[in-house]
């Protein structure tokens, strides 16, 4: 997948996604949840997601003022976030996540 710098509306933010290895067999990526973050070149935490892998579409899609990711708990929707983060991402980043 293709995190790292990228720059909306001319605002550099570095995107992180880290796999979480759900699922009964953890070597089987499709069975994987990836938790992917949205920081601010300061290191400040912007936005979270979790979605599961999907093999329709192995990368993240960047526009100039959003980002696509696959979603849909397997089932390949694609869902596009607002860039830069709203503040309610940013409030959504810090509860606690209340369901597995």
Same mark, same amino acid.
């Given at each position: 997948?293709?995190?790292? !710098?990228?720059?909306?509306?001319?605002?550099? %933010?570095? !995107?992180?996604?880290?796999?979480? @290895?759900?699922?009964?067999?953890?070597?089987?990526?499709?069975?994987?949840? !990836?938790?992917?973050?949205?920081?601010?070149?300061? $290191?400040?935490?912007?936005?979270?997601? %979790?979605?599961?892998? @999907?093999?329709?579409? /192995?990368?993240?899609? %960047?526009?100039?003022?959003?980002? !696509?990711?696959?979603?849909?708990?397997? @089932? $390949?929707?694609?869902?596009?976030? @607002?860039? =830069?983060?709203?503040?309610?991402?940013?409030? /959504?980043?810090?509860? =606690?996540?209340?369901? =597995?």
């Amino acid at each position: 997948m293709n995190g790292g !710098i990228h720059t909306f509306q001319g605002q550099q %933010y570095n !995107i992180v996604l880290c796999g979480l @290895a759900g699922g009964i067999d953890p070597g089987n990526i499709q069975d994987d949840e !990836i938790l992917l973050s949205v920081y601010s070149m300061q $290191g400040e935490l912007l936005a979270e997601r %979790y979605f599961e892998f @999907a093999w329709e579409l /192995r990368e993240l899609e %960047y526009g100039n003022n959003y980002l !696509i990711y696959a979603d849909g708990d397997g @089932a $390949g929707f694609e869902t596009r976030m @607002a860039m =830069p983060p709203t503040r309610l991402d940013w409030i /959504r980043a810090r509860l =606690p996540r209340l369901w =597995p």
